[in-house]
């Protein structure tokens, strides 16, 4: 089915003459549907669209319509050349992903090629607007642009990430032991109730959560600053109802994860002996 042309009209010239004159009128159509503003915004965009379909079906030549483009404010204004390059999008999506001639891929590959390299758009817009198969090799070379998002891929899939007290926030720390405190500490008077205290509970682990992802704090530290202040609730108190907050934190963590850590923390830092006449620590409930 031919494609039928609503706003912008293409006209086979036979000389330069008769393009002179065509492409005279056509620029002062633009003009005028740019002048418009809102009320006939759709009407330029299609303008737009239309003048790119007619190069992919070979209704006018590439360099005629560069030339065209290039007349008009398109090359100077950016909102216009967002708005162009938009054009291009979709009617090279369709071009390129299901052509209705084996042509009109070449077509819109070269039509973009000329485009950038008269300069009548921007190779940044290009790159950015345009699927990355419609890019020519002057704007981005493809395959060495797949080999680099699957290498990127790759590494975000595998490495392992390390923490280091150059890359994390030192005073997140600080404000981790706060938190803590007061999840350790979690009283009120007079009582709260049951529902209070568990909302109290949540909204506390939930900071430390968002703590840990702002201030890009070690999961592993975390978890044996956690266990340290829970051991030394355990030996303050003689009973231990106000550490359950920081049991539910601990569980938000992989079971793998907090047994590692405890493990590492016990082999590294093996307890001292007791002192003579010091009780021993409550067992939790």
């Given amino acids: 089915m ?48 239309e003048v790119v379909w007619s190069v992919v079906r070979n209704d006018l030549s590439i360099p005629h319509a560069v030339e065209l483009i290039s007349k008009t404010p398109v090359a100077v204004k950016e909102p216009l050349q967002r708005l162009f390059a938009d054009a291009l999008w979709v009617v090279g999506f369709a071009a390129t992903e299901a052509p209705p001639r084996r042509e009109s891929r070449d077509e819109f590959y070269q039509f973009v090629a000329l485009l950038e390299k008269e300069r009548v758009i921007p190779a940044r817009l290009l790159a950015l607007g345009l699927e990355t198969e419609a890019l020519p090799p002057a704007v981005c070379q493809i395959q060495t642009l797949k080999k680099k998002a699957n290498q990127a891929k790759t590494k975000a899939r595998y490495t392992i990430t390390r923490y280091n007290l150059l890359r994390e926030h030192s ?10 405190e007061r999840l350790a500490s979690c009283s009120f008077a007079p009582a709260a109730s049951p529902e209070q205290l568990a909302e109290s509970e949540r909204v ?15 999961p592993n530290r975390i978890i044996a600053m956690t266990l340290d202040v829970y051991e030394t609730r355990l030996v303050e ?24 850590v ?9 307890p001292a002996p007791p002192a003579p006449g010091a009780r021993e620590a409550p067992k939790p409930a």
């Fill in 204 to 218: 506390l682990a939930d900071d430390v959560v968002r703590l840990a992802g702002f201030g890009h704090l070690c």
């Fill in 171 to 180: 005073e997140g720390y600080a404000r981790l032991v706060c938190l803590l």
């Fill in 2 to 49: 031919a494609l039928e042309y609503k706003v912008f009209q293409p006209k086979k010239c036979a000389d330069e003459e008769t393009w002179k004159v065509d492409l005279g009128a056509k620029v002062e159509l633009f003009a005028d549907l740019e002048k418009a503003g809102a009320d006939r915004k759709d009407d330029l965009q299609l303008f737009l669209a």
């Fill in 237 to 260: 108190r003689d009973a231990s109802p106000l550490v359950q907050p920081l049991l539910s934190l601990l569980k938000r963590f992989p079971p793998k994860r907090l047994t590692e």
């Fill in 262 to 270: 405890a493990v590492f923390t016990l082999l590294a830092h093996p």
